[in-house]
């Protein structure tokens, strides 16, 4: 409505008549939702429930929960919150995600299977395997297979800091370009002195478990990513996973977004730019054997069989390998590190977990008693001023279940 100036001074100190005013609606802030897509049972709304807030409470936009009991998939859910700052793109509970260290128990299993076939001995030395100089620190010679499994190589990163997040360190101290690969790596590695003896005190080794990476490459004549896909998930059906890569360009089709209020400096290339920390603030190709892998959450509780079935990757006597103490023993919560996961035994059961966790990702991966097992992936991790994240496993092991579903999801995703 247009209002004349004759109007508008018959009117009084510039007041309109009320038939004169244009009332124009307030614009709506967004309502924070969290959508759900995938099988959640009534029977296991408690998960479900969970999932959402635990989402919403943490700003988390894609997620994926599932849970596994006796062999069969019962929930499978993908999860999207939008609190209206930014656009999330769609997720189903087969969109590939970054898995993180949940890629240890992989890597440690591909080195079982190699024993069990015999081409390869857990009390094998690692340096001359490897080719690794011990004149540096001749304690490297007595790094075997079996002590890189445990995190008992004699590495500290607390001390000596993280191989695997050293790139622009590395790169200078070698006189080489960005971006540095396993090569540069190992030999940046064996020019500094261990932190400790081997096999006295464990310290968790991302270096550690990139060597059993190349172990097992140099071993199979495969790509280490080949021979994990042919002889351990083709068995088990699985074959949507794969290695992620640094760069959001080159993402796998369907693959959740990376989230973290952090940056760092490039390291896939020498530009300097600084850059989202997940999408090449570190380089993802090298993390291969320690966490570079991803899967879904339904590919993560399907994988558990391999251990669950003795057969069908692993022998029960690889199995038994794959979880025994170390030289080291029990610690001081009564659990031990086995092949790549965490171990406990309870009345009945032995217990197994680990997660996962680097700039804009955190997995849970979990396998209980009464033939629970679940999983858990998140597209970003606990950042400062954000609310716990370590909570969520005993959340999860605390909803009551007062039966469970009698079908089985798994066809639907295998």
Known sequence: ???????????????????????????????????????????????????KK???????????????????????????????????????PTSPMRIASLSKNITAAAI????????????????????????????????????LIHHLGGWDRDVSKDQLWLDHTIA?????????GHAEIMKYGSQRRLDHDPGTKMVYSNYGYMLL???????????????????????????????GRSLRAQAFPGEAIYESKYTNK?????????????????NMPNQDANGGWLASAVDLVRWTLAMDRPGKVLSSASIARLIA?????????????????????????INTWHNGSMPGTYTYLCRIQNGFSYAAC??????????????????????????????????RYF
């Open 112 to 147: 079982m299977r190699l024993v069990q076939d015999g081409k390869l001995t857990l009390s094998a030395k690692v340096a001359p395997l490897l080719g690794l100089s011990t004149t540096t620190d001749p304690r490297l010679a007595q790094v075997t297979v079996l002590r």
């Open 213 to 243: 990476g190349r172990i097992i490459a140099k071993v199979s004549g495969q790509s280490y990513e080949s021979y994990v896909r042919t002889k351990l998930l083709a068995p088990l059906g699985i074959t949507r996973m794969r290695l």
């Open 1 to 51: 409505m247009t209002v004349s100036r004759r109007t508008l001074l018959k009117t009084g100190a510039g007041l309109l008549p009320a038939a004169a005013l244009v009332t124009r609606p307030a614009q709506a802030a967004p309502v924070p939702v969290v959508e759900a897509n995938g099988v959640a049972p009534s029977q296991l709304a408690g998960f479900d429930n969970l999932m």
């Open 54 to 92: 635990f989402v919403k409470d943490r700003n988390i936009s894609q997620s994926q929960l599932a849970i596994m009991k006796n062999g069969r998939i019962v929930l499978a859910r993908a999860y999207r919150y939008n609190d209206g700052s930014r656009a999330v793109p769609a997720i189903t």
């Open 325 to 349: 103490k170390p030289e080291t023993g029990i610690n001081e919560y009564g659990s031990w590190y086995g092949g790549g996961i965490w171990v406990r035994q309870v009345p009945g059961n």
């Open 172 to 180: 200078a101290a070698l006189d080489v370009p960005l971006p540095i």
């Open 266 to 282: 490039s390291v896939v290339d020498d530009s300097g730019k600084v850059l989202p920390y997940p999408y090449g603030g570190f």
């Open 378 to 411: 998140f597209n970003r991790r606990e950042e400062q001023g954000s609310p716990d994240f370590d909570g969520f496993s005993e959340q999860m092991n605390k909803v009551p279940v007062s039966s469970w579903p009698t079908g089985d999801l798994t066809s």
